[in-house]
Structures are given as structure tokens and as C-alpha cells.
């Protein structure tokens, strides 16, 4: 059974950074073709993919946000990291990590975490 | 970045046939997933590669697409389909969603 949790800093105050952590049990980031992704979604709107890891140490970012964004893996204990610089009101989201899969030539975000409430308020 | 269309909102009585469109403003070929979030809870994956359906959802829901355009199917709605569904894409970088239509029942 794949499971995902997500976890980090509840309250932040503009500027600061954030810093979130994905345990997850049932696959392995070692396995070929698998990523964890993380995606936000600010409350009652849609859904923003952030950035993601892969098996071979492969790392995607979303443009809008790269500059500010840090991704990383403790592959050994099964996490997935999450680091957002300089972070303002607009960041106050739900922040999930997924696992994401090759499904061939496309990859699939198959499992999803409960997602982890964070706002940013002064 | 590729820009997902979804009308925002549909009302369909149970035991009816409900589509819901997506439409992408470049091709994804068939890099396109649907997903169901019912509030308070984290999105659950339907359908995977425009038409297939991932494993333990119920064979009400179909997908079909290529391209710019797909529709998820639910026949026949049932009362615990109430929610909001999104469509994603992940053929071209970045992946994008959808805004998510939201479906009640009458």
C-alpha cells in the first residue's frame, strides 16, 4: 500500500522560508521511474505543480517559482524535501507531494499525501 | 506553458450522464489525467493517459481524448460523485491543471 505524509512549518511570517518534508511508505525513490511531486493549492482554488524529484536524481522546478525553489530526497529513509525561499501571503496554501510514476511517455501522479496547511501571515 | 480550459461548474440529477471537458491550448497528445477532489480531501487519480482507467475506480467513469481535447464521462452520476474534478497534463513542461469543474447533483 502507497501512502504519502506530508509535513513542515504550519505559520511562517513573510520572508522566511519554508520547509516541508514527504515520508512515504510502499514504493522506493530508487526504483527507475519514480518521481515525488509536490503541488500547492491555495484554499478554494486550483491546483499548482511545484517541482519534482526523480530516481536518478533528476529534478524538475515550475518556472514561475524556480528561484525560490529546493528539492531533495533522503532516498535511505523514504522522504522527499521541499524548500521555499523568501516566501510571501501568496504562498498561504495546501501543500501536497504526490508519487509519480512512468506510465510509459508520460508520467502519472498516481498517489497523492492528505496535504499539509501553510500560511504565511505577519 | 500549456493552458488547461474547464467550464467551471455542471448540475446533473443521479442516474444521469455527465461529460466534462478539457481543453488544452497546445497539443498534449495523450499526456492528459483527470482527477476527483472532494473537499477536504487530497485529489484522487480517475484517469491516466486520456482513457485509462486506474485501478479501483468504478467502470462509470471513461476518459477519451487526444490532443487538445478530452471529456471525462461519469454514466451513470451517482450522489457520492459530488465534487470537483481536474484535468492535468503532463506531456509538456511545466505539467499543468486545470481550474477544476465542480459537480453537484440536483
Known amino acids: 500500500q502507497v501512502t504519502l505524509k506530508e509535513s513542515g512549518t504550519g505559520i511562517l511570517q513573510p520572508s522566511q522560508a519554508l520547509s516541508l518534508t514527504c515520508s512515504f511508505s510502499g514504493f522506493s525513490l530508487s526504483t527507475t521511474g519514480i518521481c515525488v511531486s509536490w503541488i500547492r493549492q491555495p484554499s478554494g482554488k486550483g491546483l499548482e505543480w511545484l517541482a519534482d524529484i526523480c530516481w536518478d536524481d533528476g529534478k524538475g522546478y515550475n518556472p514561475s517559482l524556480k528561484n525560490r525553489l529546493s528539492i531533495s530526497k533522503d532516498t535511505s529513509n523514504n522522504q522527499a524535501f521541499l524548500k521555499i525561499t523568501s516566501v510571501d501571503t501568496a504562498d498561504t496554501a495546501t501543500y501536497y507531494c504526490?508519487?509519480?510514476?512512468?506510465?510509459?511517455?508520460?508520467?502519472?501522479?498516481?498517489?497523492w499525501g492528505q496535504g499539509a496547511s501553510v500560511t504565511v501571515s505577519s | 506553458d500549456t493552458v488547461l480550459t474547464q467550464s467551471p461548474a455542471l448540475a446533473v440529477s443521479p442516474g444521469e450522464r455527465v461529460t466534462i471537458s478539457c481543453r488544452a491550448s497546445?497539443?498534449?497528445?495523450?499526456?492528459m489525467h483527470w482527477y476527483q477532489q472532494k473537499p477536504g480531501q487530497q485529489p484522487k487519480l480517475l484517469i491516466y493517459?486520456?482513457?485509462n482507467l486506474e485501478s479501483g475506480v468504478p467502470a462509470r467513469f471513461s476518459g477519451s481524448g487526444s490532443g487538445t481535447d478530452f471529456t471525462l464521462t461519469i454514466d451513470p452520476v451517482e450522489a457520492d460523485d459530488t465534487a470537483t474534478y481536474f484535468c492535468q497534463q503532463s506531456w509538456n513542461d511545466p505539467h499543468t491543471f486545470g481550474a477544476g469543474t465542480k459537480l453537484e447533483l440536483k
Open positions: 497546445e497539443s498534449v497528445s495523450t499526456g
Open positions: 504526490a508519487r509519480m510514476g512512468s506510465y510509459g511517455y508520460y508520467y502519472v501522479m498516481d498517489a
Open positions: 493517459g486520456a482513457s
